[in-house]
C-alpha cells in the first residue's frame, strides 16, 4: 500500500498547535523511511501555507552535532519564508518552545539546484552569496531514540525559524570557507565556536548533500532565491529566558537577532 503522509503532518500540526511534546505517532500513520519522513515534511509545508518554501535547514552536518542528537548523518528540514528573519530583528521568546540557538553558515542560492546526484562544485556553482546565520530551534521532543529519525524528519528537525547576516563586500569565493571560525554569543558571553571544516569536512558538501537529499526530492529541488542553512558548527546553547544573541563568523558580517 502507498504511503499516505497526510494523516502525519495533521498529527505533527495539531501537536504544535497545542504546544505539546512530539512523541512517537502511531504506527499506522508514523512515516517508516527517511523519504516518507520527507513526504510527511512536504504535507506539513502545504499545512502551514509554506508550499513554496523560502528554503532548507541542514541539522547534524558536524559530528559534534551528531554525537549530541544520536544521528549517523544530517537531516534536513524546510524554513517557511515567514521564519526567515534579517540580522537585527526581535522575536518573542514567548513564541518558541524550549528555544535554544545555533551557529551556522547560510547561502542564498542564484541558480536552481534539481534534485537528484550533486557535487561541491555544482553546489558551489549555485550559490550567490554566503553568510552568517542563526538557527532557533525548539526542544520538541523527548527521547529522539523513541521518535526514530523518519519523524524527525517530518517535524523539519527542530526548526523553528533563521536568522541571516547580510552578505560580504569581498567575493565569497575569495574566502577559505573551511577555515571560518564561527563564535556563539548570547548576552555579551561566548558560549561556544567552530570552523566551517566541522561542516561534512566542507560547507559545500552540505548542500550538495542536501540537493541529493529525499527532503530536496520530495520538494522538487531546491530554487534560486532559497535560503540554505548549512549547519551549526556548536550544538544549539539552550536558552532560559530573554536573550540577545550574536553569530559571528569574521570576514562575514555578524548576525544579531533579541529573543524578548
Not at 537529499?213 to 556548536?234: D, E, I, K, P
Amino acid at each position: 500500500m502507498t504511503y499516505q503522509p497526510e494523516a502525519a503532518a495533521g498529527a505533527l500540526h495539531d501537536v504544535r498547535q497545542r504546544r505539546d511534546q512530539v512523541t512517537p505517532l502511531p504506527a499506522d500513520i508514523a512515516p517508516r523511511t527517511e523519504a516518507e519522513g520527507a513526504a510527511v515534511q512536504r504535507a506539513l509545508a502545504h499545512r502551514i501555507g509554506a508550499a513554496s518554501p523560502g528554503g532548507f535547514k541542514i541539522g547534524a552536518t558536524a559530528r559534534r552535532m551528531q554525537e549530541y542528537l544520536g544521528l549517523s548523518g544530517p537531516a534536513a528540514g524546510f524554513m517557511a519564508a515567514g521564519n526567515i528573519h534579517r540580522s537585527g530583528a526581535t522575536v518573542r521568546f514567548a513564541d518558541f518552545i524550549r528555544p535554544g540557538v545555533e551557529c551556522e553558515l547560510a547561502v542564498r542560492l542564484a541558480r536552481d539546484l534539481a534534485p537528484g546526484p550533486c557535487t561541491a562544485e555544482q553546489a558551489a556553482d549555485a550559490v550567490g552569496e554566503l553568510v552568517a546565520g542563526i538557527e532557533i530551534v525548539e526542544n520538541r521532543y523527548g527521547e529522539l531514540l523513541a521518535l526514530g529519525v523518519p519523524t524527525l524528519i517530518a517535524d523539519q528537525v527542530f526548526h523553528a525559524a533563521a536568522v541571516l547576516g547580510e552578505a560580504a563586500t569581498q567575493d565569497w569565493r575569495s574566502l577559505d570557507i573551511g577555515t571560518l571560525r564561527g563564535r556563539l554569543v548570547v548576552d555579551g558571553h561566548q558560549r561556544d565556536e567552530g570552523v566551517g571544516a566541522d561542516l561534512m569536512g566542507h560547507p559545500m558538501n552540505c548542500l550538495a548533500w542536501l540537493a541529493g537529499s529525499s527532503v530536496a526530492a520530495a520538494f522538487g529541488g531546491l530554487r534560486a532565491g532559497q535560503v540554505v542553512m548549512l549547519g551549526s558548527v556548536t550544538p544549539p546553547v539552550w536558552l532560559t529566558g530573554p536573550a540577545s544573541v550574536t553569530v559571528d563568523f569574521s570576514p562575514l558580517p555578524p548576525v544579531q537577532v533579541r529573543l524578548g
